[in-house]
């Protein structure tokens, strides 16, 4: 069955402008969590999405936001880009949430 | 906050060799799961582990909670360099739809 399944991969933005990432989960998956990963910060979760609802969410300013769809699949938009926003952008899908995550290869932002 | 320590940061061993990551944490965990990441791709599930004390084997590799679900070990038999990657482990809560990371390990096995 099809994985988890994120575009771009790669994505060179400027400073000020905003970016909209997508994620398509495992089929049948209807949670979707996202991810921050950076050398310095190792990987943190920005916000978790379950029917629609946002279920979770992490310490990241209101820049960072993200939304699901019926089908499942989501969005995530970062407004007013930092340079500091630069990082690899991960989606987990999951059935359940407790018994583990499925990642895609992530879509590696950055921004000059 | 929540935070998950992992030890060592960095080992490189040769193959045949054993070794021992550990993940350790002050606070405790509904479930702690295992991930291996490879540069440019995601975290791939190893293993979850949810009932303190708990072991679980997947060939060559051994997990283990802690008693008191603040910590966990990942014991790898005999290294193979196609064990080479970083080794993240992440604490679960409640309902688990957040995930704490730990700072990983990376690991290099060579011939």
């Known amino acids: 069955k099809a994985g988890v399944t994120q575009t771009p991969r790669y994505l060179i933005k400027t400073r000020g402008q905003q970016v909209t990432l997508s994620c398509s989960p495992i089929?049948?998956?209807?949670?979707v969590s996202w991810y921050q990963q950076t050398p310095g910060q190792g990987l943190q979760f920005l916000f978790e999405?379950?029917?629609?609802?946002?279920?979770n969410k992490g310490n990241f300013p209101g820049r960072f936001s993200g939304r699901q769809f019926s089908n499942s699949r989501s969005e995530m938009n970062v407004s007013t880009l930092e340079l500091g926003d630069s990082a690899l952008y991960l989606c987990?899908?999951?059935?359940?949430?407790?018994?583990?995550?499925?990642f895609g290869s992530g879509t590696r932002l950055t921004v000059v | 906050t929540q935070l998950l320590e992992q030890s060592p940061q960095f080992l490189s061993i040769q193959e045949g060799e054993n070794l021992t990551v550990y993940c350790n944490s002050s606070s405790v965990f509904s479930s702690l799961q295992w991930y291996r990441q490879e540069p440019g791709e995601g975290p791939v599930l190893l293993v979850t582990?949810?009932?303190?004390?708990e072991v679980k084997k997947l060939k060559r590799l051994t997990f283990q909670f802690g008693d008191a679900r603040k910590d966990s070990s990942l014991h790898i038999t005999a290294a193979q360099p196609g064990d080479t990657g970083l080794y993240l482990c992440a604490g679960a809560t409640g309902t688990a739809s957040k995930l704490t990371f730990g700072t990983g390990t990376r690991l290099q096995v060579t011939l």
């Open positions: 582990v949810v009932t303190g004390g």
């Open positions: 999405y379950f029917s629609e609802t946002q279920r």
């Open positions: 987990a899908s999951s059935s359940t949430g407790a018994y583990g995550y499925t």
């Open positions: 089929s049948g998956h209807r949670s």
